[in-house]
């Protein structure tokens, strides 16, 4: 019979994560036991949901009506019954349920809807479910979030109220209920109930649109390719649909969707996003996979996101008004693009199954990004930016006691909400494919990842799976080897000794433990199966030998007829390990002739060097000495990289003489290149000339003080203060950054009347972030107030801390505030925002601000989403920077007391 849901479970449950389960209801007198359900105890899962109920396909309802803070609906699941259950577990945070049932065949079960912390919901029954097909449906309500953009969430704009979502990872279930894991990936039926003058969009392509009453619309979508519960998206309100024509072999429509009034600003976006799909086509030799490519123009860089058919792109990315197509635009807006299109391969046709691979989807396709890039406009350089930029940013952190393996353990609700790590979830699975393409060869690794997309297609995929193309394709052993550095944390670091005997080939004995800067708590008793290459030569030329080494040690016979007069650690500079050179290996590798070493071999030897500073080998004061050659270099990236041994310097720990020294000579640096080339760019620049203006001016007059260049930032800024575009959109945000450095009040008003008039998000915030460079105590502190003061957005306002924690002269201010505030601005965050908060704190670089640091967050982080491993990551890299200072002050001292004053 059908219980009657007035009489067995209140008419409304609330579903939110604080609480525990519902206990089960207390045994009835045996009279009424015909007429009272007996509920099971609830008994929620761990963590991941079970295998006894599996979603095969969804209907969702709901009633989205843009001016309104709340929402309801009706979501219908059907579902495959694999064990005899009496409670039925799925997700469903901050919702309230009104009704829930399960019709199985004929029977129909009104169920008991329970919750559990970490937006589980249980529908408890009142008897068994049977194997075979069922039907799940929940009437529910809910709220649009309006202040930390997840799920569901709603942006006014020009007046307008319009709903967007970001589900990824566990926020589908804000928005309704579900099976909220990637492994449950099923076809979707969309039905959005909105007012007819809104535009309402999804994954894919309006099925039908019906009239209804006041002033209301049904719109159906057809039904879904399989997808996960985090790629659902969809959109509603007033908004403006730009038709920019066509995307792929199969010619999908093409439009960007944007607030009414922003249609101009998408020209640039919708000349280039059709090449974007054209190279992705191929790279994978298949066409783009939906009918339609919507551009769903977020208002937030964040929230950009690979949702079938929906692809969302923040407006500070997309919109781009005529004549501020600068090239960092440019590469910004085709870079990010492209990632989210490339996940339309790697992580949309073929998903992880489970958090724990969520670096199958990232680390592919930002490793896709460089060939992406490439493909679209080699004259950017992009490919040798991101191959040495993602290894070198992998490699900083590896470095440390508390960074995690690629493939991360997923076990508790925080490790999910930390999967998403940029620098190994992203960066190290990048940089290892790197390893991995540079052992195999471009085409064999090409043909290897459409492999692995057409196995999987529509399904799900683990690193097991991954590993066993690899197999296929390369080998078992090179399999293996992939499989030592993606389920280990840390980065090899190789060492060789050269033997060189009458009558016998020269040899290397090889060594590898774990790298690990001064001061580490980490061990270095780790091993993996490296690829080694090397090179080696002399006078008569020289030569490249490669060799899997699996053990602590081992041997690399080189193919000479005499001892090797330098010997390269890392030849192609693509393996994933840090090279250890005595000082005389170095000095006989930087003595290889001109034009022997490539681009990214001299890259490598850079960061080798740097790496061999952060682990007290050479001593810093020596290895500033390579600055100086790096800083004339032609190539963009060698002076960058040159760059970075700068930031090793703690100017905090100099005297206020020292600090001036060192900032004039890397004026003297890099001050007569910038100078030369002027701030504004000129007719017939390159991007490649304009990239390089771009570095060589932060360098000289934002690290550096060329008091000619600060000069002639001040007057640039208050030109554009005056009219925009008197100043070119390339100049005036490091102009701006650069003045602020070395003005005055006035200045500062002038920034900040005009950032509370901008009535656009993207040149409000162009205006409010030079207010945090400040020298000035009185504006530090007045910068710092508006992080959390309520006047502008949090989401907009907490870069200025971060600024302010990064800055020497303002870094005890911000260190006050951030423990003054910190309570306040954690719970009006997402979790990721909170983790990139604390981490701001690793900036601290002392005994005494450690133990606060300790004492401040260490009873506090445990109870905060996204923010313990921060926190770790932070409280060792002070540790790091403290033992750091120690080792090098004399060496940097001593280095600068030697500079003309």
């Known amino acids: 019979m059908r219980w009657s849901p007035l009489l067995l479970v209140p008419a409304l449950v609330s579903l939110h994560c604080t609480h525990a389960p519902e206990p089960a209801a207390p045994s009835t007198p045996a009279a009424s036991v015909a007429a009272t359900p007996q509920w099971p105890e609830a008994q929620p899962p761990a963590l991941r949901l079970p295998d006894t109920v599996r979603p095969t396909h969804y209907t969702l309802d709901l009633k989205l009506i843009s001016t309104e803070q709340t929402f309801s609906g009706t979501v219908t699941v059907e579902v495959d019954v694999r064990e005899p259950v009496r409670q039925v577990w799925l997700h469903g945070q901050d919702l309230e349920v009104s009704s829930a049932r399960i019709e199985a065949g004929a029977r129909t079960l009104d169920a008991k809807p329970v919750t559990a912390s970490e937006g589980r919901l249980g529908l408890l029954l009142p008897e068994t479910l049977t194997p075979g097909k069922a039907r799940i449906v929940i009437s529910f309500s809910g709220k649009v979030d309006r202040e930390r953009s997840q799920g569901l969430y709603s942006v006014a704009e020009g007046g307008h109220d319009y709903f967007y979502t970001f589900f990824e990872p566990v926020d589908a279930r804000r928005a309704f209920p579900c099976f909220d894991e990637p492994g449950f990936k099923v076809p979707w039926k969309l039905r959005f109930t909105v007012k007819d003058t809104d535009v309402a969009l999804a994954n894919h392509a309006i099925e039908s649109k019906e009239a209804l009453p006041g002033g209301l619309q049904r719109v159906t979508f057809i039904d879904s390719k399989p997808m996960p519960s985090y790629l659902v998206a969809f959109m509603v309100g007033p908004f403006d649909v730009v038709d920019a024509g066509t995307a792929g072999r199969n010619k999908a429509p093409l439009r960007f969707i944007v607030p009414k009034g922003r249609g101009p600003e998408t020209a640039y976006a919708a000349s ?73 391969w790697f992580g949309n046709i073929a998903t992880c199954h489970w958090w724990d691979d969520i670096w199958l989807n990232e680390s592919l396709t930002s490793w896709l990004d460089r060939k992406q890039m490439d493909g679209f406009d080699a004259r950017w350089g992009y490919g040798q930016d991101a191959s040495s930029g993602n290894r070198m940013a992998a490699m900083e952190t590896d470095a440390l006691a508390s960074t995690l393996p690629v493939r991360k353990p997923a076990t508790t609700h925080d490790a999910v909400l930390g999967a998403f790590d940029n620098s190994t979830t992203y960066a190290k699975g990048a940089a290892l494919l790197d390893m991995l393409e540079a052992w195999m060869g471009p085409e064999k690794m090409r043909d290897m990842l459409r492999l692995h997309v057409r196995k999987h297609a529509w399904s799900t995929v683990t690193a097991d799976d991954f590993a066993g193309t690899i197999a296929e394709a390369a080998g078992p052993d090179l399999a293996r080897s992939f499989r030592t550095f993606i389920d280990q944390a840390g980065v090899p670091r ?23 800067p001064a001061g580490s708590t980490a061990s270095t008793a780790q091993t993996w199966s490296i690829p080694v290459c090397v090179r080696a030569g002399g006078r008569k030329g020289d030569t490249r030998v490669c060799q899997m080494l699996s053990e ?68 810093l004061g020596e290895a500033l000495k390579l600055v100086p050659g790096t800083a004339t270099d032609s190539n963009r990236t060698i002076v960058a990289y040159g760059s970075n041994l700068l930031g090793l310097v703690q100017q905090d720990q100099l005297t206020p003489a020292e600090r001036t020294r060192f900032r004039a000579w890397v004026g003297r640096l890099y001050g007569p290149r910038a100078r030369a080339l002027g701030w504004q760019p000129r007719p017939g620049d390159t991007d490649e000339v304009k990239q390089m203006r771009s570095l060589l001016l932060s360098l000289a007059a934002g690290l550096g003080d060329d008091a000619a260049l600060v000069r002639d930032a001040q007057k640039l800024a208050r030109a554009w203060l005056d009219k925009r575009d008197s100043v070119s959109p390339e100049a005036a945000p490091l102009a701006l ?89 954690a719970a009006r965050v997402r979790s990721d925002d909170l983790g990139t908060i604390v981490g701001f704190t690793g900036q601290l670089c002392d005994d005494t601000r450690r133990a606060e640091l300790e004492a401040f967050l260490g009873p506090r982080v445990a109870k905060l989403e996204g923010a313990p491993h921060a926190y770790a990551q932070a409280l060792e890299t002070v540790r790091l920077c403290v033992e750091a200072d120690r080792i090098h002050r004399p060496s940097v001292q001593s280095f600068l007391s030697r500079l003309p004053r």
């Open 552 to 619: 602590r040690t081992g041997a690399l016979e080189l193919p000479l007829d005499s001892c090797p007069q330098w010997v390269l650690l890392n030849a192609g500079g693509t393996g994933y390990y840090r090279s250890s050179y005595t000082s005389q290996q170095l000095t006989q590798v930087l003595a290889a002739p001109q034009g022997t070493l490539s681009v990214s071999e001299r890259l490598s030897l850079l960061s080798d060097a740097e790496a061999a500073a952060r682990r007290g080998d050479l001593p």
């Open 494 to 516: 190789v060492s060789a000794k050269l033997q060189c005997e009458t009558g016998k080939a020269p040899r290397l004995e090889l060594s590898q433990e774990r790298y690990v």
């Open 737 to 825: 950054r650069v003045a602020a450095r070395t003005s005055d009040r006035s200045l500062f008003d002038l920034l900040l009347a005009q950032a509370r008039k901008a009535k656009d998000h993207n040149e409000r915030l162009e205006l409010l972030f030079p207010l945090a460079f400040f020298t000035d105590p009185a504006l530090v502190q007045e910068s710092l107030g508006l992080v959390n003061g309520g006047e502008f957005e949090l989401r907009d306002t907490y870069k200025l801390l971060g600024v302010s924690f990064y800055k020497v002269d303002s870094r005890e201010a911000a260190w006050k505030y951030f423990r003054e505030n910190f309570d306040a601005m």
């Open 272 to 344: 280039v996003t059709p090449r974007i799909v054209s190279v992705l086509e191929d790279f994978f030799d298949q066409s783009y996979p939906y009918e339609k490519l919507d551009v769903a123009v977020v208002p937030r860089y964040w929230g950009t996101m690979e949702h079938p058919g929906l692809v969302a792109l923040g407006q500070p990315l997309t919109l781009i008004k005529p004549g501020e197509e600068t090239i960092q635009r440019r590469r910004h807006y085709v870079h990010i693009a492209g990632h989210e299109l490339g996940h339309y």
